[in-house]
């Protein structure tokens, strides 16, 4: 296992390092700014989005002991979606005192969706199945909504929240990196240090509560600082599906072992697919620039297929 895990971190870290060069080929004149003003801001903001969503869904997977448990299964995604529909619908748009009106409703909107999950999981009353139901329920109902504002939407906010939905890295440099960062280190810091806690949780909530772990605050815990993390990479990019999926699946497939090799290794390969993924997305087209949500998409429900036909059975 050690050696699988340094030649997968050799090749996470060789990715990251390509992913600036993927693309059109670029005019001498201009290619500096290109290179360190435009592709390598998108990179390094795609490698924040790629860990944050891998590292989430590690945990998300742990805590609720479904394989299938992602951010999108608690909420976040839906309503994130649901405040950017509010902000273009209801709002317009725009920026107001330099902050933009759609990615800060869409980040209230992964919060408070969100927020409703964590507090019915620190109830001491639900169980993890009820948590993981209750976000389904909140995130069907999120949905609804969304879909009822876009109905009602003209041509062009209409529009404008579809080119959203689809999830991009493009354009947003190094003030975008900048907003983020915080957010993603937070979110990323917070799930490391409960990586004891959630190892524990593996074989059960109630072996891990005869070991010291209070279930209950770790699960909160882990809900809120995973909303606060992909709630803003939500708000900044656009929802990106199957990331927080298919990663800690990839990992726990070449590498078996505990959360301290699962959690980091999770964020590392997100950080790397997230980045190779959108450089993809950068030379699929010719002329024109394919949303990298969309090629998340498309690459990850084979794989998931395909994880589901090859995974061992117990």
Same mark, same amino acid.
């Given at each position: 296992m050690n050696l699988l895990l340094i030649?997968?971190?050799?090749?996470?870290?060789?990715?990251?390092?390509?992913?600036?060069?993927?693309?059109?080929?670029?005019p001498q004149e201009s290619a500096d700014f290109i290179l360190w003003q435009l592709r390598i801001p998108r990179v390094l903001v795609g490698a924040l989005? *790629? =860990? /944050? #969503? +891998?590292?989430?869904? !590690?945990?998300?997977?742990?805590?609720?002991?479904?394989?299938?448990?992602?951010?999108?299964?608690?909420?976040?995604?839906? *309503? =994130? /979606? #649901? +405040?950017?529909?509010? !902000?273009v619908v209801l709002l317009d748009g725009g920026v107001v005192g330099g902050v933009s009106v759609l990615?800060?409703?869409?980040?209230?909107?992964? #919060?408070?969706?969100?927020?409703?999950?964590?507090?019915?999981?620190?109830?001491?009353?639900?169980?993890?199945?009820?948590?993981?139901?209750?976000?389904?329920a909140i995130t069907l109902a999120a949905s609804a909504m969304a879909s009822g504002l876009q109905f009602q939407a003209?041509?062009?906010?209409?529009?404008?929240?579809?080119?959203?939905?689809?999830?991009?890295l493009g354009q947003l440099g190094f003030d975008g990196l900048w907003t983020l960062l915080p957010f993603a280190i937070v979110a990323i810091v917070a799930i490391i240090s409960q990586t004891r806690a959630l190892d524990a949780m593996v074989a059960g909530e109630a072996l891990a509560e005869t070991q010291g772990v209070d279930v209950v605050r770790v699960r909160t815990l882990v809900l809120g600082v995973g909303a606060l993390g992909v709630g803003a990479t939500v708000a900044l990019c656009g929802p990106i599906a199957f990331v927080g999926l298919i990663v800690p699946h990839l990992v726990r497939l070449w590498l078996t072992g505990s959360r301290r090799v699962l959690l980091p290794?999770?964020?590392l390969v997100g950080a790397a697919l997230?980045?190779?993924?959108?450089?993809?997305?950068?030379?699929?087209l010719d002329g024109r620039e394919l949303p990298v949500g969309v090629l998340t998409a498309a690459l990850g429900a084979p794989l998931l297929l395909w994880l589901v036909v090859a995974r061992p059975r117990g």
């Open positions: 030649v997968l971190s050799v090749l996470s870290v060789i990715a990251l390092a390509v992913s600036p060069w993927i693309g059109p080929e670029m989005v *790629g =860990a /944050v #969503l +891998g590292i989430v869904g !590690a945990a998300y997977q742990t805590i609720f002991g479904n394989p299938l448990a992602t951010p999108s299964t608690v909420g976040t995604t839906a *309503g =994130a /979606v #649901l +405040g950017a529909l509010v !902000a990615a800060l409703a869409a980040f209230l909107g992964a #919060l408070a969706v969100t927020l409703v999950v964590a507090m019915v999981a620190s109830s001491g009353r639900a169980s993890t199945s009820d948590v993981l139901l209750a976000g389904i003209d041509m062009a906010a209409t529009f404008q929240a579809v080119r959203w939905s689809l999830g991009h290794m999770s964020a997230l980045v190779l993924c959108d450089g993809l997305a950068r030379v699929l």
